[in-house]
């Protein structure tokens, strides 16, 4: 139904510093984009976007964010060509979203939906 190359994998997280630190220690990623609540490391494949737990919520809403240590903590996000026709693809299909089209000041357009674990995934293109 959509495309399933992952993108980019958005992991919520503490402290920026601490956890980009660890990213390179472990993996020795590129920084993509940097700032004072994110880090986007290329991975071969797909990129990690580090971001502020305290950022996260605009991204999921109405999904809460879980706190640390309490359940999973990712944003799925996979790139489309036309978000708003793989929204209605999904609607479709029963498939409600949690938020969106939206576009994004970072540049895209994005919605969010969740599987039936509420692990939220997020179609994205570029504008």
């Known amino acids: ?31 993509v984009y940097e700032d004072a609540v994110s880090a986007v490391l290329a991975f071969e494949g797909a990129m990690v976007n580090l971001l502020a ?3 996260a919520p605009p991204l999921v809403t109405p999904a809460p964010v879980a706190p640390a240590g309490s359940a999973s903590r990712v944003l799925l996000t996979i790139r489309v060509t036309d978000v708003d026709a793989t929204c209605a693809k999904l609607e479709e299909a029963g498939i409600a979203l949690l938020n969106g ?8 357009r994005t919605a969010a939906f969740a599987d039936p674990s509420g692990h939220v995934w997020e179609v994205a293109m570029e504008i």
């Open 101 to 108: 089209p939206i576009d994004r000041p970072w540049g895209r």
């Open 1 to 31: 139904m959509i495309p399933n190359a992952i993108e980019v994998v958005t992991l919520f997280v503490d402290d920026i510093a601490v956890s980009k630190a660890f990213y390179q220690t472990v993996f020795a990623p590129k920084i």
């Open 53 to 55: 737990a305290s950022q």
